[in-house]
């Protein structure tokens, strides 16, 4: 493998990641008399925490996912790669992308890697084909389709007569009452109950069961004792039925298994149901295996990597990793970790370019943490303020407008969150087979049947 790349006068910074922490690294080094590569596998930024809107109907994927290529046209000195990182060489200081068979290595003199952190099934990965995840746009389509198909299904089922067909559709299980489970627990009850109730006539949609499992023995455990009975009063209020410490231990195409951790019996128990949206549990990046294995540095069990105070690598100083791929002082896997982070790193390097001596250690400023339960309802915790209702669901409704990427989507936003949140309607109620299916079809290919072409350079 040979690299192309003519000698640069300008310091080269490759960023891995186009997330909160690649993004926002880049924009902090647009005045820096840098060069800037941003390698990423898809050609957007991810607006990550609204994507159960995605799933439920409320926004479209353009709204929380602009192009990076939109993002960054003004930013003269970065460039954008669709690439999937493969390798990275320490030693030789180049990163390795791949996109469609084709290889492309690209050197670097300072690296950010802020490659995020994907879906864990706890080791049970088969579980993903019958219970998808909340990690990707593909995810919230499939989910979107998923879910608004069940309902369309159900009213065949009910055509025929066929009761427990009806029963086994309408029951939907959410796994993990973490923020992303209790949000998408919130907002297929609300699907059911508000947009879609007068839309059938075989079947009505208020009956749905919506079932919240997770293996903790509260909800929202991260936010506290007060914060968490406070969803749970508003869950059950909405008509969600929430099982805590119940683990899952299979997952098929027609149901789920769980069993529950105070049954000394070891009973394993089964759910009817269709539709099972996995929220439970996240797994760095590989790529920081690919890290630890050259520097020396230790991961964690779920994958991240121990960094040095400044967020460098041992040994190797001009590597940085932040966000959900790192292992440092119990920091928090949310975009303010991952934001602060890839400003402190930019921060760094053009410290350094300038002759200046670098800060020691990040310092992380905890902004507080935000959920929604439904409309008008939402908890908050905030430094030593812990409160929920509607206050906390208008605090997290600024929030999010302000931290969603361009004005055009933060006026349509806006616009869908009006229409969703006063009225009933959702705009984004169209759904395919294929927002279903493709992916496992073309899971099914396999690599066997996808192009192999020549390596090149950058």
Same mark, same amino acid.
């Given at each position: ?5 003519? /000698?640069?006068? =300008?310091?080269?910074?490759? &960023? ?17 008399? &840098? ?12 607006? !990550? /925490?609204? %994507?159960?809107?995605?799933? $439920? ?15 960054? @046209?003004? !930013? ?114 609300? %699907? ?8 059938? @006539? ?33 869950? *059950? ?32 128990? @089964?759910? *009817? ?16 295996? $690919? ?9 964690? =069990? ?29 920091? /928090? ?14 921060? !760094? ?64 936003? %806006?616009?869908?969150?009006? &229409?969703?949140?006063?009225? =009933? ?8 087979? !294929?927002? &279903? ?13 996808? /192009? ?7």
């Amino acid at each position: 493998m040979t690299s192309l790349a003519a /000698p640069t006068p =300008r310091h080269r910074v490759v &960023v891995i990641g186009s997330g909160f922490g690649g993004l926002f690294g880049t924009q902090a080094l647009k005045r820096a008399d &840098v060069d800037i590569t941003l390698v990423a596998r898809t050609t957007h930024h991810l607006f !990550q /925490p609204l %994507l159960y809107q995605v799933a $439920t109907g409320i926004l479209s994927e353009g709204e929380i996912a602009p192009a990076t290529r939109e993002v960054l @046209r003004r !930013q003269a000195n970065a460039t954008t790669i669709l690439g999937n990182v493969t390798d990275i060489d320490l030693e030789a200081h180049t990163v390795t992308s791949e996109n469609l068979g084709r290889r492309l290595v690209t050197p670097y003199d300072s690296l950010l890697v802020a490659a995020g952190a994907g879906q864990s099934y706890f080791g049970n990965d088969h579980f993903a084909t019958y219970a998808p995840g909340m990690k990707d746009i593909d995810d919230a389509l499939e989910l979107r389709g998923l879910i608004l198909g069940c309902f369309e299904q159900a009213e065949l089922a009910a055509l025929r007569g066929d009761k427990h067909e009806v029963a086994r559709l309408l029951c939907f299980v959410v796994v993990g009452a973490g923020p992303t489970g209790v949000e998408m627990a919130g907002q297929i009850t609300e %699907l059911a109950n508000r947009t879609l109730r007068k839309d059938f @006539r075989a079947i009505d949609p208020t009956q749905a069961k919506v079932i919240l499992v997770d293996a903790a023995p509260q909800v929202l455990p991260a936010f506290g004792d007060r914060l968490g009975v406070i969803a749970l009063k508003r869950l *059950e209020q909405m008509g969600v039925e929430v099982q805590l410490g119940g683990k899952v231990v299979d997952v098929d195409a027609t149901g789920i298994e769980i069993q529950d951790l105070g049954d000394p019996s070891g009973y394993v128990r @089964r759910i *009817e149901s269709i539709c099972k949206v996995w929220a439970a549990g996240v797994q760095a990046s590989p790529l920081g295996a $690919t890290l630890s294995e050259q520097s020396g540095a230790g991961l964690d =069990r779920a994958g991240r990597i121990q960094v040095l105070p400044d967020l460098t690598l041992p040994g190797h100083p001009e590597v940085f990793v932040v966000g959900d791929m790192i292992a440092l002082d119990n920091l /928090p896997g949310v975009a303010q970790v991952a934001i602060q982070g890839s400003r402190f790193a930019a921060k !760094q390097i053009a410290r350094r370019l300038a002759g200046q001596p670098g800060e020691e250690a990040f310092a992380y400023f905890d902004k507080g943490s935000m959920a929604t339960i439904s409309r008008f309802s939402a908890v908050a915790s905030v430094g030593r303020f812990r409160f929920g209702g509607f206050i906390a669901w208008l605090m997290w409704l600024g929030v999010h407008l302000v931290y969603i990427i361009g004005f055009k989507s933060r006026v349509t936003t %806006l616009l869908h969150w009006a &229409v969703s949140f006063l009225g =009933r309607g959702r705009a984004e109620r169209t759904i395919t087979e !294929q927002q &279903v299916f493709a992916r496992r079809a073309i899971e099914r290919l396999g690599d066997e049947h996808r /192009p192999s072409l020549p390596d090149v350079g950058s």
